[in-house]
C-alpha cells in the first residue's frame, strides 16, 4: 500500500461546509441542522432547494446524500 492510499483510508468522510468549504459540518440536537465547526456559521436542511426550487423528500439518513438536489446538485443547505 502506498502512502497515499494510507492518507486517504486514514480520512474521515465528512460533509463538507456549503460557506467555507471545510469538512467541519456537524449535526446538531435539533433535527436537521448542522453546523460548522471552522466557520461556525449554522445551516438547516431545506425541502426545496435555493438554487433551482425542486422540492424533495427530507429522509433521515446518515449519509450525505439527500444534502444535495438530485436535480441541479446544489446544496440543500441553508444559512441561519
Known amino acids: 500500500m502506498s502512502e497515499e492510499e494510507k ?3 486514514s480520512e474521515l468522510r465528512r ?10 459540518l456537524r ?13 461556525l456559521r449554522r445551516f438547516e436542511l431545506v425541502s426545496q432547494c435555493p438554487n433551482c426550487g425542486e422540492h424533495q423528500t427530507i429522509a433521515r439518513m446518515s449519509t450525505t ?6 436535480l441541479c446538485g446544489d446544496s440543500m443547505l441553508r444559512a441561519i
Open 15 to 24: 460533509p463538507s461546509c456549503p460557506g467555507c468549504g471545510e469538512p467541519w
Open 27 to 39: 449535526p446538531t440536537q435539533l433535527p436537521g441542522r448542522f453546523r460548522c465547526v471552522y466557520c
Open 65 to 70: 446524500e439527500d444534502m444535495s438536489c438530485q
Open 7 to 9: 492518507k486517504a483510508e
